[in-house]
């Protein structure tokens, strides 16, 4: 079967550093998405890899490796307002998204 | 500015009513959408892919008479949950892909069965 597998909750203190990681096994790979999703909110897109290494982009970082079916979310510099989950999705060989469970990231001061 | 818009936001009915939800692709044609529901402090389910001009394309376990699928237009699709129970109330987020790299998500429909 196909799985996807990440923290269910972490904590982290404002100003610091956090990573979130995410393992997957899935049938085949298309991609690899990380989204934020507020309580009660839709997810909103927050980075994509395909290929190997680390993509920037301002305070988030996402990292892939397609031969440890392993990625991670790394977030510089929290702020309060990062407090969410984080889903980690892998688009499979049928290019459907599969999703994780959720990561739910607590700030605090 | 939003690429896929969701109506309603939030709908509370009765049980054994039909309730409506609609999803608009705003920027670009969508062949395809999807419609996703997630519980409480899980993660999203796939429940259908809408495919417009023909007929949906249903999860295993979705019951597609009870969540009827339009997709008449290449900007929009229709989920409409039938004869709906308290066991239906849930979060329903519906999703276009812009090629195989970007998957833009509705706001989202909060339904409440009583």
């Known amino acids: 079967g196909q799985n996807i597998d990440q923290p269910t909750e972490m904590t982290a203190t404002e100003g610091a550093i956090v990573q979130i990681n995410c393992t997957y096994q899935t049938s085949g790979f298309n991609g690899l998405f990380w989204y934020q999703q507020h309580a009660g909110e839709a997810p909103t897109f927050l980075s994509y890899n395909v290929l190997d290494g680390l993509e920037e982009k301002g305070r988030f970082s996402s990292f892939l490796s397609r031969s440890k079916g392993y990625s991670y979310l790394l977030l510089k510099e929290l702020q309060m307002k990062d407090s969410a989950s984080y889903l980690c999705a892998v688009r499979d060989s049928n290019y459907q998204l599969i999703w994780g469970a959720g990561t739910k990231l607590i700030i605090k001061p | 500015g939003a690429v896929v818009s969701q109506h309603p936001s939030r709908v509370i009915c009765k049980s054994g009513t039909s309730v409506k939800i609609e999803c608009r692709s705003l920027?670009?044609?969508?062949?395809?959408m999807f419609w996703y529901r997630q519980f409480p402090k899980q993660s999203l389910m796939l429940m259908a892919t809408s495919n417009e001009g023909s007929k949906a394309t249903y999860e295993q376990g979705v019951e597609k008479d009870k969540f009827l699928i339009n997709h008449a237009s290449l900007t929009l699709s229709t989920l409409t949950v039938t004869s709906a129970h308290p066991e239906d109330s849930s979060f329903y987020i519906c999703?276009?892909?812009?090629?195989?790299?970007?998957?833009?998500f509705g706001q989202g429909t909060r339904l409440t069965v009583v």
């Open positions: 999703s276009v892909d812009r090629g195989n790299t970007e998957a833009f």
């Open positions: 920027d670009f044609q969508a062949t395809t």
